[in-house]
């Protein structure tokens, strides 16, 4: 559980970084922020990075506001910093709500926002608020600033379409309405593991009605996806029992399950009913 | 309860051995150093059987800072690893080597070893040694055909029966036969502080170390001064703090062997640290057994015969434990109950997983699971009540001593006390047993999944036959009490000053107990299967009064009074009852019996002595265990809301010992029964090898469990009445959460396997909602 050997570099701004991981990038050069995931890969030595990019020291990666209804959070930015009130209105809750889910005390005062985004886990609860709220990933090169718009993001299970020489500097997120209301639901073996299937959900009531409606499931497939069949469902239904049923039952019937040793692709479909259930029902506690 | 004398006996004092612990100067393996010393790395097998065509470590040794690279062919001297017991005929050709000679049959069995100038170097070189097996046939279950574990060597080892009467003519004539099919899975003890292993030569003593040993120093150094061909003088083991035992640490495994040879080659110290990976695919795993079991009953549900037939998943090689936890099973199973017949048929089967041995309560945990499963199917078949089919068929308390023919660690069982019914109804009555059952109902009528289950069980303990220890007071009044015992983390330390306190009349905290060193006493039990309070504290109670015996007479000569007529308080001789009358300190007579001082007068030097405790036979604790749970019906998630753990031990020397005792060995059996199992892809590939896979639970998991320590049944095996403590809390776990899920799903015998993952609770949930 020694990682094998690799040069350590640290930047003092985003421009060196960039330059540095221009030039170690086909070495498997590699960014670290947390090292929430990277570090126990090296362990393991599935991960064998001979340059590791630490972009601990840049301090303008530290942003976390809102400006212009769209909320900024640096790619310095630890898990830890979601905590209630830390961002306001209902975009500030659903962080919240979610944060407490990832890992364990230790794992969230180190492990970063942007990291869970570009480490791309299927079951990362990150990846899956940033897929319902329609996340823009700012990514950074020597070749210049590109946005990612996160339907273009993922493209398989830890895979994304950023390139081995882009930094994610910056996650931007529009913020809710003031009246959306949200829920999360997951559901693991134990307290903090990753979970086996997740849904987060965001909708208005009006007149009664159901409003835009947004249901992502995490964990169930290769990465999160927003599933519009559970949404359609929902949009000017009346919010209650049998409107969550049949959304819950089409998350159900959509998703193509992943399956591993222990868990097969019935059970994962069992758990991304019972929680997008579950999330709605707590969008209206 | 008997009268308890008045003493530190029975209190629960704090202990002796945390400051080291709590200030962060703990000793662990990972804690020793020599100077100059080389690191030690283990190449492991990567296929779960294959013959070993080509070791290629050419490029490991070129690395700069590489010093050895060893195969088997590098150590032909080091035979393979024998048995802690002795010679077992029949099972010496399945021993494992060292490192693998021609075949591989795990994977993580170890294959080469590095030794270089620091554990990142020796990684890297690890990696460079290339390793070429063509693969062979794996066996990955126990029932499944056997094979060949070599060309004429069954993959069945051995088959074990034991067993009484004539179960075949019972089960004919029997009004009614109840059937069960159950398995518990691969689950083991897994320490924070993984293993550790620091060989080390002294060439200026000529003294061959072993450092970071736990659990039975003496019996190991035993094994590896035989192996090795040293005298007993010339090899020696010292234990460290241990981050956890639990069976699994302190064993000889194929690396202690290695640090020794390479010590002793290398004529310096070889330092190893397990990683936890290797932890997870190379330290003894346990507990995976089949059972097809039958009971034969008559109307009332009395127990007329058990036939048992199992499967025993020994993994890849016999260990030091050799066949002993599926003996245990068969000489434990029928528990607490009468039963006129019984026979067990037990296949010990070597798989491609990883070695299997003891864990905490080995043969228990199973048995347990397995036999109260089949009284709560015996119940459910004649349709009584769970409470009642046991209460019937428990041995009674005016029919102790109960020996049966059966035999455990070679020792015939005998339960030597109890009173097993009154403690079960003592349970009842703390978990509201008839009150819960409207409750539940209630609850189940509101649409939730809820019930209640119940285990009871025999613990077995102090397994003899002898141990000695050392009391010696020095001139200043300090007290010494050397002992072959080990710690664990138990509180040995503690637990032995309070028994020698009191028979000397000291305080307990003015003792200093020594513990896991060969060097300083010559015989030792070591801390394993709850002996340590039994055996060892009647030795040190034994020398104790020895140096007692000898403080006294020595005062009374001084004193001019009777011996009879003094007493020791607080480390001083005084006339009893007269706290202000002529006294002399135990550190002044210790002062006066100097081998040179005046008074001595032929005296035999020193206040000290040695005491031994001999027994017969084991002592049997005993226990039940009752849980509420409730199902996440959409999920198959088990919540436990509710645990009662009731355990007789006898006599408690320290109760919050004993209460930690319980409640750490119930959050293992909770991984047992919910969470822990080692699990492998069909190629034999691991697929626990992590803590993100390996699921303990943790304290988000773990309920509030109500501990109930009783003391109605002092063993009259030994003078200070004492049973073992280490293995009650994580006895019955899964069979008591077994029988309230089922009581939960209303299905009885719906639980058939442990652990109860929600996956597979999810699909007998499924299968019941369509049927
Ligand atoms: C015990 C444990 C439990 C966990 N449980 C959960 C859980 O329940 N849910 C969950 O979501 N996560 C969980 N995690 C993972 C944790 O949240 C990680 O922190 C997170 O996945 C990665 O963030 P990081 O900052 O630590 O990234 P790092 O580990 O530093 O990096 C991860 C990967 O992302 C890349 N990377 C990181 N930052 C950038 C960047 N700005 N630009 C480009 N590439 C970058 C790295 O090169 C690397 O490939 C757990 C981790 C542990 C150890």
Request: with cysteine.
């Amino acid at each position: 559980m020694k990682p094998a050997p690799f040069t350590y570099h640290r930047p003092l701004n985003i421009d060196e970084a960039a330059r540095i991981l221009a030039d170690v990038a086909e070495h498997d050069g590699r960014i670290i922020a947390g090292g929430q995931s990277l570090a126990p890969m090296m362990a393991f030595r599935v991960a064998r990075p001979q340059h590791l990019v630490d972009i601990d020291e840049i301090v303008a990666l530290d942003v976390l506001c809102i400006e212009d209804a769209t909320l900024r959070i640096g790619a310095r930015v630890r898990h830890s910093r979601f905590v209630p009130g830390a961002i306001a209105g209902p975009t500030g809750e659903i962080f919240a709500k979610v944060m407490p889910n990832i890992a364990n005390y230790s794992v969230r005062s180190r492990g970063t926002f942007c990291g869970s985004l570009a480490h791309a886990d299927p079951a990362s609860e990150w990846c899956a608020l940033a897929t319902l709220l329609d996340a823009e990933i700012i990514a950074r090169s020597v070749r210049g600033e590109r946005r990612i718009p996160v339907s273009a993001y993922f493209d398989g299970a830890m895979s994304t379409t950023l390139a081995p020489d882009e930094i994610i500097i910056e996650a931007r997120i529009p913020v809710l309405r003031e009246e959306t209301r949200t829920g999360f639901y997951e559901f693991s073996r134990r307290k903090g593991d990753f979970a086996i299937a997740m849904a987060i959900v965001a909708f208005g009531v009006e007149n009664g009605r159901i409003t835009s409606p947004r249901v992502s499931v995490g964990g169930a497939e290769a990465y999160p996806r927003r599933i519009r069949e559970a949404e359609r469902a929902l949009d000017g239904a009346a919010p209650g029992a049998d409107a969550f049923a049949a959304a819950a039952e089409a998350a159900a019937a959509a998703v193509d399950p992943m399956e591993d040793a222990v868990t097969d692709a019935a059970y994962r479909r069992d758990i991304v009913r019972a929680a997008t259930r579950r999330a709605l029902e707590q969008a209206m506690q | 309860m008997n009268a308890k004398p008045k003493g530190v006996i029975g209190q629960s004092v704090q202990r002796i051995e945390d400051r080291p612990l709590i200030i962060g100067k703990g000793m662990f393996a990972g804690d020793i150093s020599f100077a100059h010393q080389l690191h030690m790395r283990i190449v492991r097998s990567s296929s779960a059987h294959g013959v070993i065509k080509r070791i290629d470590t050419q490029a490991a040794r070129a690395l700069p800072g590489v010093h050895a690279v060893w195969t088997a062919a590098d150590i032909p001297e080091m035979g393979p690893i024998d048995f802690r017991e002795g010679k077992i005929e029949k099972l010496e050709p399945y021993r494992q080597p060292v490192l693998a000679i021609d075949r591989v049959r795990y994977v993580g069995e170890p294959v080469a070893a590095i030794f270089a100038s620091d554990a990142y170097t020796a990684e890297d070189a690890a990696d460079l040694v290339e390793v070429e097996i063509e693969d062979l046939p794996v066996i990955m279950d126990a029932r499944a055909a056997t094979g060949e574990f070599a060309p004429g060597l069954s993959s069945e080892a051995a088959v074990i029966t034991q067993g009484f009467g004539d179960t075949a003519s019972v089960f004919a004539t029997a009004h009614a036969v109840v059937e069960i099919d159950v398995t518990v899975g691969r689950h083991s003890g897994v320490p924070l502080e993984t293993r550790g292993a620091i060989g080390r030569y002294d060439a200026a003593r000529d003294v061959l170390e072993l450092h970071g040993a736990a659990k039975v120093p003496h019996k190991n150094k035993e094994t590896l001064a035989r192996l090795f061909g040293r005298p007993a003088a010339a090899l020696h083991l010292f234990e460290t703090h241990v981050g956890g035992g639990f069976g699994v640490r302190g064993e000889i495994y194929p690396e202690d062997i290695l640090v020794l040879a390479a010590a002793l080659r290398f004529g310096g110290a070889v330092k190893w640290i397990e990683d936890r990976r290797e932890h997870l695919m190379a330290a003894n795993q346990s507990r995976e057994q089949h059972h097809k079991t039958r009971a034969a009953v008559d109307e009332k549900g009395t127990l007329l015969a058990i036939e048992n037939e199992f499967w025993h998943d020994q993994g890849a090689y016999p260990r030091t434990h050799a066949m002993r936890v599926a003996e245990t099973t068969c000489g434990i199973l029928p528990g607490p109950y009468r039963v006129g017949a019984y026979k067990a048929l037990g296949h010990y089967r070597l798989t491609n997983k990883t070695p299997a041995a003891t864990y905490r309560a080995p043969g228990r945990y199973e048995t347990n699971f397995v036999r109260e499963r089949l009284l709560d199917a015996i119940a459910a078949k004649l349709n009584i009540s769970r409470v009642d089919v046991r209460k019937q068929n428990l041995i009674r308390s005016d029919e102790m001593p109960y020996a049966r023919p059966l035999c455990v660690l070679e020792d015939d069982v005998s339960y030597d006390s109890g009173d097993y019914a009154g403690l079960l109804d003592k349970s009842l009555k703390a978990i509201r047993w008839d009150e819960l059952q409207s409750e539940l109902a209630e609850r189940r009528k509101r649409g939730e999944l809820v019930g209640v289950g119940l285990a009871t069980f025999v613990e077995k303990s102090g397994l003899g036959p002898t141990d000695g220890a050392h009391v010696c007071v020095d001139t200043t009044g300090a007290i010494e009490v050397i002992t072959g015992g080990a710690s664990v983390g138990q509180g040995f330390e503690t637990v032995m000053a309070q028994v020698c306190a009191e028979a000397l009349g000291v305080d307990y905290r003015n003792i200093r107990v020594v513990h896991g060193r060969t060097d300083r006493i010559d015989f030792g039990i070591g801390a394993h299967a709850s002996r340590a309070t039994v055996m060892t504290a009647n030795a040190v109670h034994a020398a104790a009064l020895i140096v007692r015996e000898k403080a006294l007479s020595f005062a009374a000569e001084l004193l001019q009074s009777e011996a009879a007529t003094l007493d020791i308080i607080d480390g001083r001789v005084i006339r009893r009852g007269e706290s202000e009358g002529p006294s002399i300190t135990l550190g002044e007579i210790a002062n006066h019996l100097r081998p040179a001082a005046k008074l001595r007068r032929g005296r035999e030097p020193g206040l000290s002595a040695d005491g031994w405790f001999d027994t017969d036979h084991q002592v049997y604790p005993y226990g039940n265990q009752i849980a509420v749970v409730s199902i996440d019906r959409e999920t198959g998630a088990v919540n436990v809301e509710q645990y009662v753990i009731a355990y007789d031990i006898g006599r408690a020397i320290n109760p919050v010992l004993v209460r930690g005792q319980i409640l750490g060995g119930f959050a293992q059996g909770l991984g047992g029964a919910l969470y822990e199992e080692f699990l492998y892809d069909e190629r034999g590939e691991p697929l626990s090898v992590t803590f993100a896979d390996y699921l303990m639970p943790t304290a988000n998991e773990v309920p509030k469990v109500d501990v109930i320590i009783s003391e109605d049944a002092p063993s009259p095996r030994n003078p200070l009445g004492i049973k073992g403590a280490g293995e009650s809390g994580i006895a019955a776990v899964g069979a008591a959460i077994a029988s309230a899920v089922d009581d939960a799903l209303g299905s009885p015998g719906a639980i058939t396997r442990l652990p109860i993952t929600p996956q597979r609770l999810k699909r007998i949930l499924n299968r019941l909602a369509s049927a």
